[in-house]
């Protein structure tokens, strides 16, 4: 809503006016007040018909008709809200809205904000189809607060050096997905040598994981473990590396350094084979002679084999499961090695290795071993391969057309080795092996297979104190120029590089980290010296040492592998990491670790002085998300206890189980089953949706119709909790189901209320809500773009306290730090970046952080403590972050990608505004109403053929002068940015098409000289990886104009610059062969296919103008026939054009002229999806009539 200073003055002509207006509405005013018809115009018309001349006046005012008055004793951000006098929300007027110190005026348009437009909002338009409230009083609340900040202290389980991403690609850790899986010493001499990250003379040790989607699949270390380069992906989307080898060979290929494999399974229904990604890593000086591959990118891969090689598997060969939090350990790919240009890869699965020419870039053949695993070539050139439980030495030969077969087998260990997985050689030619089983240990043996020692602590990897000198799943191993081993250990709980003394077997360091993608981890609130983080492998706790800025393992509480009790489904069971207290015993629960929403059921864990955690109790629906039964459930005597008639196979039952005897497993005679009457539908039946309170109740968001709490009542003296079941407490009838992937969550504060993050009846479910007790649901909020999927629609945020994608909350209720008197906060995540925080009452406090599509500010070059990160994004997908009130009273956060530890600082001086009441008459909505009639009527007019885009077709005239003042511009958008304290400027995007003779010329005309930088890390995704110019066209003139699937001649042309130089590429989903191989873009959820992918750099020029105003003109000019575009005047294609904006090295948001729900830019497939029946319309005419 507009606001300002305070405008009475130029209120009392019209005023005196509306009075006249009152007393002719009669019987009409008197009956619309009596039967208080919210949304009525009935008696509106009347007054309209009355007052015509002073409705019209106030349709030309600056500001709705309504004044709220406030004073401030200094500036600050404030929220206002409008309520019934029984306490029922209808507005949301103003939300952390900066107001000076003073007397202050909100203005409101007597309108509440109640309605929601799903149409609009799935268009990517903000749009509140609000209603005239009824003449009456109005009480207002609110409040104020200063500036807030983020306030970094450090990152527990991270050593990146930043955590964060930024252009330097010494930035980040390694993968976030995956656990490190191998590692290989480059003594220097081979080791690459990098501007501002120069080669140790000690060489350097590359860790390659299997899958990163942040962070490094591919990593740079120095000796000391200073990270010096990382690359995201090596070969292909998706994969960094699970085998590193090196040629030591005479014979090697001048200028690789290493080489990298990894495979990559088809991702379709049916797909039994792999995709082996073989490179060749390259040194600065021969990337730059090698020709130009579109896939390499600015990586230092080449590929070996191209395109990669298809690996057929047997169709009876299992495929890991989605969730497995290990999927390397069943991919094709299981050892490489490399010695004079000839590579050795094992194929694990069909039992076979494979042997590739690296020079000649040609397959020589395969030949039969029994479950290959390592591999590695001897100095005599002979072929160590583990197979099985055992070492065999292979002697290898070619025949007549030159196809390598194993000439000669010897057995070099024949035992002692429980699940071997990968080996190397130290300089004497001892036979180091990282092994499985029962040991998880390197053993050691001399060059002729005796055993020698043993490194490490031997142990199968268990719950309980950390020990660092074990193990956990050692894989690559390697020895660095100092004779220390390197290993690489595939496991999460916790991820670690771990560096050992191979001569005694000594630890020596170890590097942990990263956390998963979308960080994680909760610092607990009476002890803020712990940290507990889970991901879908198990927990472990982080003892922090704030003055040093370090976190170091203190124990592994939880491992997803000897977890038994059974409920474990889609989106149940595993990952606790959030403590709670009662009296002195210590919990944690998995109820806030979900991504979006929350889980069907929850657990409860009790935390003993062993530091593991033991299941005490669990909660929720007998289903999981897909509505799969729960392991736990299907025994005969669990069903047993169910409810007569009952079928939890197709109707899912509410339990709970609490472990009455203390044996931390779960028998039928502890669980107490209910059949809830009704579910809460959206695409499928709720139930469950559980959150535990600080008590230890249980407090379910779906029970049937409602909301329901069971009371945790006390505890056991082993800890495990007392709970009342005879007597659960409603708190909401009317639950609604989420409209999309977010909200369904509930949390019990102080006062009776309850929050709800998809709102009971009567509210709309687009929005957060709060009920109050017995008096029901009191207020809502609206959030128009509510979950992850529903954010890919959305546009950049255009008010402040606008919500958008949110998804779950950070935690139960905490108290805002004193002397605020605001009471309880929470916070909801939210998709694009950001997290809102508010009141339990339902006031809005603050939006932290910034939405990613926004211009935030880049991410911090250094992770320097007290710096304020609150200015910059979160980033997409952010999926974890917390909220705790720590032990000293401070408010801190656990929110990005890389879970860095912030507290927030501001909300000690947040503090309540004084109640008022305001008392709203018939006059003011009739001009309420005329001012809004006014308002669309001037929206409607600015709207008018702006789909249709005029572009002129010249002759054969240069364009030098073009655009002039003809000229037609698409808008693009609108982006608002505040100058001095108060002030803001709009700075306009649009673009504009000409042909001149046989060459199509584009233009974007906007306020950023960088608008165009990109990485062009992957050119195939170079919509993805940074700035650009974005022009979609539907070349041909006859292809319907609805079509929600491209057809042939639908196509898409990206321009940007990397390292200064000017790439284009042109997209085509519908096209015939050529240019790169057909390309394919996956995600978990789908994968679309580009028949051809062209590179035009050559082709395009580019030119770029600066006004002397700020404005920035990019001219391109592209010839017709590359677009296969032939127009003449009178053509009409279908068309779009719009801008990618980024920091340089990823893509933060997408903005066009025509399709505004083209926003998605956390999700490869959306991001290079064309959607014509979302581009508007390119007509041609002659540009001389």
Same mark, same amino acid.
Request: aromatic share 8%; proline share 8%.
């Given at each position: 809503?507009?606001?300002?200073?305070?405008? $009475?003055?130029?209120?009392?002509?019209?005023?005196?006016?509306?009075?006249?207006?009152?007393?002719?509405?009669?019987?009409?005013?008197?009956?619309?007040?009596?039967?208080?018809?919210?949304?009525? =115009?009935?008696?509106?018309?009347?007054?309209?018909?009355a007052?015509?001349? +002073?409705?019209?006046?106030?349709?030309?005012?600056?500001?709705?008709?309504? !004044?709220?008055?406030?004073?401030?004793?200094?500036?600050?951000?404030?929220?206002?809200?409008?309520?019934?006098?029984?306490?029922?929300?209808?507005?949301?007027?103003?939300?952390?809205?900066?107001?000076?110190?003073?007397?202050?005026?909100?203005?409101?348009?007597?309108?509440?904000?109640?309605?929601?437009?799903?149409?609009?909002?799935?268009?990517?338009?903000?749009?509140?189809?609000?209603?005239?409230?009824?003449?009456?009083?109005?009480?207002?609340?609110?409040?104020?607060?200063?500036?807030?900040?983020?306030?970094?202290?450090?990152?527990?389980?991270?050593?990146?050096?930043?955590?964060?991403?930024?252009?330097?690609?010494?930035?980040?850790w390694?993968?976030?997905?995956?656990?490190?899986?191998?590692?290989?010493?480059?003594?220097?001499?081979?080791?690459?040598?990098?501007?501002?990250?120069?080669?140790?003379?000690?060489?350097?040790?590359?860790v390659?994981?299997?899958?990163?989607e #942040?962070?490094?699949?591919?990593?740079?270390?120095?000796?000391?473990?200073?990270?010096?380069?990382?690359?995201?992906?090596?070969?292909?989307?998706?994969?960094?590396?699970?085998?590193?080898?090196?040629?030591?060979?005479?014979?090697?290929?001048?200028?690789?350094?290493?080489?990298?494999?990894?495979?990559?399974?088809?991702?379709?229904?049916?797909?039994?084979?792999?995709?082996?990604?073989?490179?060749?890593?390259?040194? @600065?000086?021969?990337?730059?002679?090698?020709?130009?591959?579109?896939?390499?990118?600015?990586?230092?891969?080449?590929?070996?084999?191209?395109?990669?090689?298809?690996?057929?598997?047997?169709?009876?060969?299992?495929?890991?499961?989605?969730?497995?939090?290990?999927?390397? *350990?069943?991919?094709l790919?299981?050892?490489?090695?490399?010695?004079? /240009?000839l590579?050795?890869?094992?194929?694990?699965?069909?039992?076979?290795?494979l042997?590739?020419?690296?020079?000649?870039?040609?397959?020589?053949?395969?030949?039969?071993?029994?479950?290959?695993?390592?591999?590695t070539?001897?100095?005599?050139?002979?072929?160590?391969?583990?197979?099985?439980?055992?070492?065999?030495?292979?002697?290898?030969?070619?025949?007549?057309? %030159?196809?390598?077969?194993?000439?000669?087998?010897?057995?070099?260990?024949?035992?002692?080795?429980?699940d071997?997985?990968?080996?190397?050689?130290?300089?004497?030619?001892?036979?180091?092996?990282?092994?499985?089983?029962?040991?998880?240990?390197?053993?050691?043996?001399?060059?002729?297979? &005796?055993?020698?020692?043993?490194?490490?602590?031997?142990?199968?990897?268990?719950?309980?104190?950390?020990?660092?000198?074990?193990?956990?799943?050692?894989a690559?191993?390697?020895?660095?120029?100092?004779?220390?081993?390197?290993?690489?250990?595939?496991?999460?709980?916790?991820?670690?590089?771990?560096?050992?003394?191979?001569?005694?077997?000594?630890?020596?360091?170890?590097f942990?980290?990263? !956390?998963?993608?979308?960080?994680?981890?909760?610092?607990?609130? $009476?002890?803020?010296?712990?940290?507990?983080?889970?991901?879908?492998?198990?927990?472990?706790?982080?003892?922090?040492?704030w003055?040093?800025?370090?976190?170091?393992?203190?124990?592994?509480?939880?491992?997803?592998? +000897?977890?038994?009790?059974?409920f474990?489904g889609?989106?149940?069971?595993?990952?606790?990491?959030?403590?709670?207290? &009662?009296?002195?015993?210590?919990?944690?629960?998995?109820?806030?670790?979900?991504?979006?929403?929350?889980?069907?059921?929850?657990?409860l864990?009790?935390?003993?002085?062993?530091?593991?955690?033991?299941?005490?109790?669990?909660?929720?629906? =007998?289903?999981?998300?897909?509505?799969?039964?729960?392991?736990?459930?299907?025994?005969?005597?669990?069903?047993?206890?169910?409810?007569?008639?009952?079928d939890?196979?197709?109707?899912?039952?509410?339990?709970?189980?609490?472990?009455?005897?203390?044996?931390?497993?779960?028998?039928?005679?502890?669980?107490?089953?209910?059949?809830?009457?009704?579910?809460?539908?959206?695409?499928?039946?709720?139930?469950?949706?559980?959150?535990?309170?600080?008590?230890? +109740?249980?407090?379910?968001?779906?029970?049937?119709?409602?909301?329901?709490?069971?009371?945790?009542?006390?505890?056991?003296?082993?800890?495990?909790?007392?709970?009342?079941?005879?007597?659960?407490?409603?708190?909401?009838?009317?639950?609604?189901?989420?409209?999309?992937?977010?909200?369904?969550?509930?949390?019990?504060?102080?006062?009776?209320?309850?929050?709800?993050?998809?709102?009971?009846?009567?509210?709309?479910p687009?929005?957060?809500?709060?009920?109050?007790?017995?008096?029901?649901?009191?207020?809502?909020y609206?959030?128009?773009?509510?979950?992850?999927?529903?954010?890919?629609?959305? !546009?950049?945020?255009?008010?402040?306290?606008?919500l958008?994608?949110?998804?779950?909350?950070?935690?139960?209720?905490?108290?805002?730090?004193?002397p605020?008197?605001?009471?309880?906060?929470?916070?909801?995540?939210?998709?694009?970046?950001?997290?809102?925080?508010?009141?339990?009452?339902g006031?809005?406090?603050?939006?932290?952080?910034?939405?990613?599509?926004?211009?935030?500010?880049? !991410?911090?070059?250094?992770?320097?403590?007290?710096?304020?990160? %609150?200015?910059? +994004?979160?980033?997409?997908?952010?999926?974890?972050?917390?909220?705790?009130?720590?032990?000293?009273?401070?408010?801190?956060?656990?929110?990005?990608?890389?879970? @860095?530890?912030?507290?927030?600082?501001?909300?000690?001086?947040? &503090?309540?505004?004084?109640?008022?009441?305001? =008392?709203v008459?018939?006059?003011?909505?009739?001009?309420?109403?005329?001012?809004?009639?006014?308002?669309?009527?001037?929206?409607?007019?600015?709207?008018?053929?702006?789909?249709?885009?005029?572009?002129?077709?010249?002759?054969?005239?240069?364009a030098?002068?073009?655009?002039?003042?003809?000229?037609?511009?698409?808008?693009?958008?609108?982006?608002?940015?505040q100058?001095?304290?108060?002030?803001?400027?709009?700075?306009?995007?649009?673009? /504009?098409?000409?042909?001149?003779?046989?060459?199509?010329?584009?233009?974007?005309?906007?306020?950023?000289?960088?608008?165009?930088?990109?990485?062009?890390?992957?050119?195939?995704?170079?919509?993805?990886?940074?700035?650009?110019?974005?022009?979609?066209?539907?070349?041909?003139?006859?292809?319907?104009?609805? *079509?929600?699937?491209?057809?042939?001649?639908?196509?898409?042309?990206?321009?940007?610059?990397?390292?200064?130089? =000017?790439?284009?590429?042109?997209?085509?989903?519908?096209?015939?062969?050529?240019?790169?191989?057909?390309?394919?873009?996956?995600?978990?959820?789908?994968?679309?296919?580009?028949?051809?992918?062209?590179?035009?750099?050559?082709?395009?020029?580019l030119?770029?103008?600066?006004?002397?105003?700020?404005?920035?003109?990019?001219?391109?000019?592209?010839?017709?026939?590359l677009?296969?575009?032939?127009?003449?005047? #009178?053509?009409?294609?279908?068309?779009?054009?719009?801008?990618?904006?980024?920091?340089?090295?990823?893509?933060l948001?997408?903005?066009?002229?025509?399709?505004?729900?083209?926003?998605?830019?956390?999700?490869?497939?959306?991001?290079?999806?064309?959607?014509?029946?979302?581009?508007?319309?390119?007509?041609?005419?002659?540009?001389?009539?």
């Amino acid at each position: 809503m507009p606001t300002g200073r305070d405008m $009475r003055l130029t209120r009392r002509p019209f005023l005196l006016g509306c009075v006249l207006a009152v007393l002719a509405l009669g019987v009409a005013y008197a009956a619309w007040v009596a039967r208080d018809l919210w949304g009525s =115009t009935r008696a509106i018309d009347a007054a309209s018909a009355a007052n015509t001349q +002073s409705a019209a006046n106030a349709a030309q005012s600056a500001h709705p008709p309504i !004044p709220i008055h406030f004073t401030l004793s200094q500036p600050g951000y404030v929220t206002l809200v409008i309520e019934k006098p029984d306490g029922t929300r209808v507005r949301n007027l103003v939300s952390e809205t900066q107001f000076p110190a003073g007397e202050n005026t909100a203005w409101w348009d007597g309108l509440d904000d109640l309605g929601r437009d799903a149409d609009a909002a799935m268009h990517g338009q903000y749009g509140i189809p609000g209603r005239l409230v009824a003449p009456g009083t109005y009480r207002v609340r609110g409040l104020v607060r200063p500036a807030l900040k983020a306030l970094y202290e450090f990152s527990p389980y991270d050593p990146g050096q930043p955590p964060w991403k930024t252009a330097d690609r010494r930035s980040e850790w390694l993968a976030n997905h995956s656990a490190p899986s191998a590692v290989l010493f480059v003594p220097p001499g081979d080791a690459p040598v990098r501007a501002h990250a120069p080669a140790t003379t000690a060489g350097q040790v590359l860790v390659g994981s299997y899958v990163s989607e #942040g962070g490094s699949g591919l990593t740079w270390l120095a000796p000391d473990g200073r990270k010096l380069w990382g690359q995201m992906w090596v070969g292909g989307v998706w994969t960094g590396a699970t085998q590193l080898a090196r040629d030591t060979g005479p014979q090697r290929v001048p200028d690789v350094y290493a080489y990298t494999a990894s495979s990559w399974r088809g991702d379709q229904p049916g797909d039994h084979y792999s995709e082996l990604r073989l490179n060749a890593l390259l040194s @600065p000086q021969a990337q730059r002679s090698v020709p130009a591959d579109a896939r390499l990118g600015t990586g230092d891969d080449a590929p070996v084999l191209s395109p990669p090689l298809r690996i057929d598997e047997p169709p009876g060969l299992a495929k890991p499961a989605a969730d497995d939090p290990y999927p390397e *350990r069943h991919a094709l790919v299981a050892g490489l090695a490399v010695r004079d /240009a000839l590579v050795a890869v094992a194929l694990r699965g069909v039992n076979q290795l494979l042997f590739v020419d690296t020079a000649q870039h040609r397959v020589l053949g395969r030949a039969p071993l029994d479950d290959p695993r390592g591999l590695t070539f001897d100095a005599q050139g002979h072929l160590l391969a583990l197979s099985g439980h055992q070492l065999v030495r292979l002697d290898l030969s070619r025949d007549a057309a %030159g196809q390598v077969q194993i000439a000669g087998r010897q057995t070099v260990i024949a035992g002692g080795l429980d699940d071997p997985q990968a080996l190397c050689l130290d300089a004497a030619g001892a036979i180091y092996v990282s092994d499985w089983g029962n040991s998880h240990q390197v053993k050691v043996f001399a060059p002729d297979g &005796r055993p020698a020692r043993t490194i490490g602590h031997k142990g199968a990897p268990a719950p309980g104190v950390y020990d660092p000198a074990h193990m956990n799943h050692p894989a690559g191993i390697t020895i660095d120029g100092r004779g220390r081993l390197w290993v690489a250990e595939n496991d999460k709980t916790p991820k670690r590089v771990s560096v050992w003394d191979s001569a005694t077997g000594r630890f020596v360091d170890a590097f942990y980290g990263p !956390p998963r993608y979308g960080g994680g981890g909760t610092l607990d609130p $009476r002890d803020r010296t712990r940290f507990y983080y889970a991901d879908e492998a198990g927990g472990t706790t982080f003892k922090l040492d704030w003055n040093s800025r370090t976190s170091t393992p203190l124990a592994v509480y939880y491992r997803a592998d +000897s977890d038994d009790a059974g409920f474990a489904g889609t989106d149940t069971g595993g990952a606790p990491d959030y403590p709670l207290y &009662r009296d002195k015993e210590r919990y944690l629960t998995n109820a806030f670790s979900a991504q979006v929403t929350g889980r069907p059921s929850v657990i409860l864990w009790h935390l003993g002085p062993d530091e593991i955690a033991r299941p005490v109790a669990a909660a929720g629906s =007998t289903s999981d998300a897909t509505g799969k039964l729960l392991p736990v459930f299907a025994d005969p005597a669990m069903k047993a206890r169910m409810p007569a008639g009952s079928d939890p196979a197709h109707r899912a039952l509410l339990f709970l189980w609490r472990d009455a005897n203390g044996d931390h497993r779960v028998q039928p005679n502890e669980v107490t089953f209910w059949q809830p009457q009704g579910e809460a539908r959206g695409n499928a039946a709720m139930l469950g949706n559980v959150t535990v309170l600080d008590d230890l +109740s249980f407090a379910f968001a779906y029970a049937g119709q409602s909301a329901i709490v069971v009371p945790a009542t006390g505890i056991a003296s082993d800890g495990v909790p007392v709970y009342d079941t005879d007597h659960p407490r409603t708190l909401a009838t009317g639950v609604q189901a989420p409209v999309s992937t977010g909200g369904g969550q509930v949390l019990v504060g102080r006062n009776d209320w309850t929050v709800f993050t998809t709102p009971p009846t009567p509210f709309a479910p687009q929005g957060v809500a709060g009920v109050q007790g017995s008096h029901g649901a009191r207020w809502s909020y609206p959030s128009l773009w509510p979950g992850l999927h529903a954010s890919h629609a959305a !546009p950049v945020p255009s008010r402040p306290g606008e919500l958008i994608g949110t998804t779950r909350v950070l935690g139960n209720p905490i108290d805002a730090p004193p002397p605020s008197d605001v009471g309880q906060l929470w916070a909801i995540n939210g998709n694009e970046g950001d997290v809102y925080l508010f009141t339990t009452d339902g006031l809005f406090v603050a939006t932290l952080f910034k939405d990613a599509r926004l211009d935030t500010a880049p !991410p911090p070059p250094d992770a320097a403590r007290g710096l304020d990160l %609150g200015t910059t +994004s979160l980033g997409f997908e952010c999926f974890h972050p917390t909220l705790t009130r720590g032990s000293d009273g401070h408010i801190y956060m656990q929110a990005g990608s890389t879970s @860095p530890l912030l507290r927030i600082a501001g909300l000690e001086d947040m &503090r309540r505004l004084p109640d008022q009441s305001i =008392t709203v008459t018939a006059a003011d909505l009739v001009a309420a109403q005329q001012q809004k009639r006014a308002n669309a009527e001037r929206e409607a007019a600015a709207r008018n053929g702006e789909r249709v885009l005029t572009v002129a077709v010249h002759g054969d005239e240069n364009a030098q002068d073009w655009p002039n003042g003809s000229t037609q511009w698409a808008k693009i958008d609108t982006r608002s940015s505040q100058v001095g304290d108060w002030g803001h400027k709009d700075a306009v995007t649009s673009g /504009a098409l000409g042909v001149f003779g046989d060459q199509l010329v584009i233009t974007v005309r906007t306020d950023n000289p960088d608008l165009l930088a990109n990485s062009g890390e992957s050119l195939q995704n170079l919509f993805a990886t940074g700035g650009g110019i974005d022009l979609m066209l539907g070349v041909d003139p006859t292809a319907s104009a609805e *079509r929600t699937d491209a057809v042939r001649g639908d196509e898409r042309l990206v321009v940007s610059r990397v390292n200064g130089a =000017t790439v284009a590429m042109l997209y085509r989903p519908v096209a015939a062969t050529g240019g790169l191989a057909p390309v394919s873009y996956s995600s978990p959820l789908r994968t679309i296919r580009f028949d051809r992918v062209d590179n035009l750099s050559n082709r395009v020029v580019l030119d770029v103008q600066r006004g002397g105003d700020g404005t920035v003109t990019y001219k391109v000019t592209v010839p017709l026939k590359l677009l296969d575009l032939n127009v003449s005047p #009178g053509t009409t294609i279908a068309g779009d054009i719009g801008v990618l904006r980024g920091n340089g090295f990823e893509t933060l948001q997408r903005a066009y002229w025509s399709n505004k729900a083209g926003g998605l830019v956390s999700d490869l497939p959306g991001e290079a999806e064309l959607t014509p029946n979302l581009w508007g319309r390119f007509r041609f005419v002659s540009a001389y009539d």
